[in-house]
């Protein structure tokens, strides 16, 4: 009798101490958003993350905080940076207060997966790490080139007298074409329309009914130039702190993540056609002027790049070159 249940009571010690096993060796990231919840980015992270937690059961899950109302999308780099959360959909522009060298990333002109295998991405994860406390983890937005969206019509590639919402991406290309630009969120986009704070703005070419600013442009200029940037980064430390099991875990949806980049080259096909089908009009340069356009964009971009951080942008620009 006695035995019996020291036994039962060494059975269930034994128990508990595999429960507490368990539950220790699962991990939970929280993740924050610098893009809209019901934008494309989210959108398509969405089904990732339930994807991530089903496969993840024991290993690792990721908590989804939520996108602009749960955190300023400006102070989510420095989120990441000092461990306020463990993950953040992000792009480069909004965390220049953290590095100037996260906005360079807008200017690849090679897939990420090609900046997996050329050394472009260990070297931008040497950046991050150093400088920003974070790992580079995947990036999950590829071939969308940025726009310029306006109310007024221009016949040649000058923004004069154009008051234009900005961030950092295209600060020094739209000054270059004499415009006066003007940094806001994309949460403040529509109302500064509205208001006629500003006239036009910059975009990729997808996403900006998702907002509804389908609603307050007239034109878009062609051609795009730069490449949107959004990936996922996280706290250096928090990466470090997870068993060898975890990060494989991890590399193994992050790569799952980036093999579904095929999908921006039909959006992009899908969303010319609904902002035609919207009433806005294309406005296009001849040939000569488009490709002084495009090639004016880096030219400005990697001397801005060289001008804040000559050295990091030495080392990135061959591997970002196209082939
Ligand atoms: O807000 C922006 O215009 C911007 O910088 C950006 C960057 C990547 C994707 C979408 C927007």
Redesign the pocket.
Known sequence: MKLTSLCKAAVMALGVAAAAGAAAQETTLRLVSA?AENGI?VQRLQPWINKFNAEGKGVLQINFIGGPKAMP?FEVGNAVKTGVVDMALS????YTNVMPEA?FL?LTQVPVAEQRRNGAFDAINKVWNEKANMQYLGRM?EN?P?HIYTNKKVDKPDLAGQKI??????RDFFQALNATVIT???GE?YTALERGVVDG????IG?IFDLKWDEKTKYRIDPGFYD???SLIMNLPAYNKLTKAQQDYLQKQVLALEAENGFWAKYTADEVARQQKAGIETIKFDPATSKAFHDKAYQVGWASAEKQSPEIARRFKPLFAPK
């Open positions: 893009f980015y999308p792009t480069g522009a909004f906005d807008k937005v969308q940025f919402r900005i961030t950092p991406v295209y806001t969120a994309p986009v703005y910059g975009w990729p996403g949107a940037e959004v």
